[in-house]
């Protein structure tokens, strides 16, 4: 089912919440823990991500067949259900190697914005998996437009540094992946301003975009970028054409710059279309309009750390190219990977692969999902499904929110997303994460989060402690 919203204040981290923050923070570096500077203090300490701490705290004891009842990580959106297919691929293959480490100029100095034969290989990957062009056409993804960074975040950090100030706005329609809020804060300085749609799931509209900008102006904030994400974070959805074209229009009538995040293009469900801004555009995405994606997402390999801008403002890329000084990508990766982005027939058989794996898991998860008797918005792609658990909350606020998080974290040892860190202002709202764990731990999660939604039901929340939540595990 679709999940009706309540109309809530949009709203980002403004100046003036900034400027309390470095208040309130020691005027002396040497009286701070570690001796750090005032702006490691405020921007770098805390985690990327809310939910970090309790994803590395259940890294040392997951469930699996040696350990049952150990933690169910369903909070970390990682496809690793066809890991093995990727790393038999590049293990498996004796050429792989020279390819990686057999040619001497890879050890040596390239172009920081990316290997030639890589940035080659991508834009053969793009041509045909994005603009679904078969490159006899005159339209084509030129590799001279291509940058390689240290996945979509490092992607993200220079497109911040080099098209905003510090102070400026990136417009984000909620809820969205929390972790943007430390892509765009921790070095460049760049202020998130999420705002509500009146159709989360369609994408936004004209009115909403207008409110939104509004709305940050009327904060003395200076919008800057407008981030989309498409298919989306944590909502699964897939924007149509339309909405996206009719958001480039809106954002270039302001002067904008538009960011589109794909890191899940190719993880959509069958039947659920997904076209690429590169596509709807018809290849025209001027000096505005700067595409991200990512191995780590739709080739499970966010360990190898490779993202990809594709953009046709030459000044930025080789802003990006300067950037890229201080966390290039290996050559040796990149040679790697320029091998595995131009073998079609094994992206073909990957691809399909995956989205048969990916589908049993959804089916497992939604399956128990219905039985809870637990609404959730129905993906169209990516690798979670975004569940309503507000009616066991004995109110609807984010506190209870939380509380409802810690109860499954300690009674059920179930690890979810909740709503709050991905900036959802709607309390009750959980990503569930159905591909990081093996189908048989992903049952097991799942009958956890059964008996513990069961027993809540069953009694007052003041009534729920070790004794009471007691055999759930």
């Not at 994803?55 to 496809?79: H, Q, R």
């Not at 190697?97 to 100095?109: I, M, Q, T």
């Not at 009719?246 to 995040?261: C, E, F, G, S, T």
């Not at 059920?412 to 189908?439: E, H, N, Q």
Request: proline share 5%; hydrophobic share 40%; charged share 20%.
């Amino acid at each position: 089912m679709i999940i009706q919203r309540e109309d809530h204040l949009a709203g980002g981290f403004g100046n003036t919440e900034l400027l309390q923050r470095l208040e309130s923070l020691p005027t002396n570096v040497d009286t701070a823990v570690g001796r750090v500077s005032r702006r490691c203090q405020q921007r770098a300490l805390s985690p990327p991500l809310p939910y970090m701490g309790s994803f590395c705290k259940a890294l040392d004891y997951p469930c699996d067949e040696e350990n049952p009842d150990g933690f169910v990580i369903l909070c970390m959106a990682e496809n690793k259900l066809v890991t093995d297919i990727l790393s038999k691929r590049l293990g498996a293959d004796p050429n792989i190697a020279k390819v990686a480490f057999a040619d001497e100029s890879l050890y040596c100095y390239t172009s920081s914005l990316g290997l030639p034969v890589a940035r080659q290989a991508a834009s053969h990957f793009f041509t045909k998996r994005f603009l679904s062009s078969n490159a006899l056409q005159d339209s084509i993804v030129d590799p001279k437009n291509i940058g390689i960074a240290s996945g979509a975040a490092g992607a993200m950090n220079s497109l911040y540094f080099a098209l905003g100030d510090a102070g400026d706005v990136a417009l984000i329609p909620r809820p969205y992946y929390g972790g943007y809020d430390f892509d765009m804060s921790i070095v460049s300085q760049i202020t998130p301003f999420g705002f509500e749609l009146d159709a989360p799931t369609e994408g936004p509209t004209e009115a909403d975009l207008d409110r939104a900008f509004n709305d940050a102006q009327s904060k003395g904030l200076t919008p800057r970028f407008l981030l989309l994400n498409n298919p989306n974070n944590p909502l699964a959805s897939v924007y149509a054409p339309e909405v996206i074209r009719n958001a480039v229009a809106w954002a270039r009538n302001l002067k904008l710059h538009i960011i589109v995040d794909e890191i899940y293009a190719l993880s959509t469900h069958v039947g659920h279309g997904f076209q690429s801004v590169v596509r709807i555009l018809d290849n025209d995405l001027r000096d505005d309009v700067h595409v991200v994606w990512a191995l780590s997402k739709d080739f499970g390999a966010s360990g190898l750390r490779v993202g990809f801008v594709y953009s046709r403002n030459e000044t930025l890329l080789q802003a990006m190219s300067h950037l890229n000084t201080f966390s290039s990508v290996s050559n040796s990766t990149q040679a790697m990977v320029a091998e595995l982005l131009t073998d079609d027939t094994f992206i073909d058989y990957y691809l399909k692969e995956s989205s048969i794996r990916l589908r049993q898991s959804y089916e497992s998860c939604v399956e128990k999902l219905v039985e809870m008797g637990l609404p959730f918005i129905p993906p169209q792609a990516g690798i979670f499904v975004y569940v309503d658990f507000s009616s066991i909350l004995p109110k609807k606020t984010k506190e209870y929110e939380a509380k409802l998080s810690q109860l499954l974290i300690e009674h059920a040892r179930v690890i979810l997303t909740p709503g709050d860190s991905m900036k959802d202002p709607t309390p009750g709202m959980f990503r569930m994460c159905y591909a990081w764990v093996s189908p048989d731990v992903l049952r097991v999660g799942m009958e956890r989060l059964s008996r513990i939604v069961t027993k809540i039901r069953r009694l007052d929340w003041e009534d729920l402690d070790e004794t009471t939540l007691s055999g759930i595990i």
